[in-house]
C-alpha cells in the first residue's frame, strides 16, 4: 500500500510558478512510475506528465510542455512539479499518481494509487 500526499498549491498570477511537492509513504518508492494529473470545474481528469522509476526518462502533455517539469528524488520518495508560466486555463485541482512498475501510461488509467489532490488557481 502507498499512500500520496500532495502539497504546494495555490494561488498565483498569470506568468507566475509554483512547486508542487507528492510525498509518498513506504519505502519501494523507487519500484513506482510516477504521473501528475489535474482535473478542472466540469471536466475530466487529464494527464499533465509522468517520470519513470529512475527519473530518466519524462513525458508531457502538449499543454504544459515547455513550461512544466517533472522530477522525483527517491531518497526523499517526492516526486515534484515544477510550474512555470503559469496560465488561468492551469487553474485545476492536481492530483499525483504511482503505477507499480518501470513506466507509467500517459493517461488516467493504469495507476495504482491517486492522492487527494492540491488546488492550483491561476489568476488573470
Known amino acids: 500500500q502507498v499512500q500520496l500526499v500532495e502539497s504546494g498549491g495555490g494561488l498565483v498570477q498569470a506568468g507566475g510558478s509554483l512547486r508542487l511537492s507528492c510525498a509518498a509513504s513506504?519505502?519501494?518508492?523507487?519500484?513506482?512510475?510516477m504521473g501528475w494529473f489535474r482535473q478542472a470545474p466540469g471536466k475530466e481528469r487529464e494527464f499533465v506528465a509522468r517520470?519513470?522509476?529512475?527519473?530518466?526518462?519524462?513525458y508531457y502533455a502538449d499543454s504544459v510542455k515547455g513550461r512544466f517539469t517533472i522530477s522525483r528524488d527517491n531518497a526523499k520518495n517526492t516526486v515534484y512539479l515544477q510550474m512555470n508560466s503559469l496560465k488561468p486555463e492551469d487553474t485545476a485541482v492536481y492530483y499525483c499518481?504511482?503505477?507499480?512498475?518501470?513506466?507509467?501510461?500517459?493517461?488516467?488509467?493504469?495507476?495504482?494509487?491517486w492522492g487527494q489532490g492540491t488546488q492550483v488557481t491561476v489568476s488573470s
Open positions: 499518481a504511482a503505477r507499480r512498475g518501470s513506466t507509467a501510461p500517459a493517461t488516467i488509467f493504469g495507476y495504482d494509487y
Open positions: 517520470i519513470n522509476w529512475s527519473g530518466g526518462s519524462t
Open positions: 513506504g519505502r519501494t518508492f523507487s519500484s513506482y512510475a
